[in-house]
C-alpha cells in the first residue's frame, strides 16, 4: 500500500487500541491505579518507571509483579523512595521478576532517591538533556546518572543504553506513558518539558515484526540501528505524534496476530 493508505490504516488502527479499554491488560494499570486515588506527579513517575522496568516476559506475570512492588511500596512510591529506611528496604529482598531480583529492586530505590534530591527529579533529568531530533542521548545520559552513586554491577543490565545499540524498549515505553498527551486516557501526558516529537517507538518483537511487514522497517534487529530507521517512518506519517502508532503496531501484533 501506498504512503496514504498506510497513514489511513494505521490512524484507524492507533484508534482501535488507544483507548481505556487498552489499559486492562496492559502494564499501564499500575500507575493508573494511583491516579484514581490523586496521586502526586512524582508518584505516578516513579512507579511507572518502575513498572516499565520489569515489563518483559507474560503481561500476566508482569502485573501481578507490579501490584506486588506497588504494595512493598506501601501504594506511597514517592515517600518510600524519599524516607525508606534501611529496614524497609529489606522488605524488598524477597522481590523478583525474571532476573529483577530484590537486590536491584533496592538499588534502584536508592538511585531515584539520589536523582530526586540532587537532579530536581526524573523529569527534569531526561529533558535536561533531550536533543532536537532525540531523546535517545538523553536516554545513555540518564544511565550514567542513575548508576553515580555506589551500585551493583549487576544491576546496570536492567537499565538500557541506546547509545550501545539498545532499542531500549522499556525506556522508551515509560517516556511514551510519561510525555505523550492526548484525550484517549492511557497514556499520562504529565510531562509538559519534552515535546512528543522526540519519542521514540518502543521496539520489541511484535511492533518490530509488524513493522518489517508494512515495510516500515527492513532492519533485521530490533536495536537502535532498527529504532532509528523506524522513528523516521513513523515521524514521516506524523511528525508531532509518532509514537501514537505504537499502539497500531503493538495491537496489530499481539491482538491481532497480523
Known sequence: M???????FLDVKVKEYNNKKFIESDPIQIPHQLLKYGASKNDIEIISFLVATISWGNRKSIINNANRL????????????????????EKLQSFVHRTFNGNDCTQFIKSLQYIYSNHNGLENLFAKHAEKDSLQPSISNFKNTFFEIEHLQRTKKHVSDPLKNSAAKRINMFLRWMVRHDNAG?????????????????????????ARKLGLLKRKQNDAKALLELDTALRKLDSKDPVKYDFALFGLGVFEGF
Request: net charge negative; with cysteine; aromatic share 8%.
Open 2 to 8: 501506498n504512503q496514504n493508505d498506510l497513514k489511513d
Open 70 to 89: 506497588m504494595e512493598m511500596l506501601d501504594d506511597s512510591p514517592f515517600d518510600f523512595v524519599m524516607n525508606h529506611q534501611e529496614t524497609d528496604l
Open 186 to 210: 492511557v497514556d499520562f501526558g504529565i510531562w509538559k518539558n519534552i515535546s512528543p516529537s522526540l519519542l521514540s517507538c518502543p521496539l520489541d518483537v511484535h511492533s518490530g515484526n509488524v
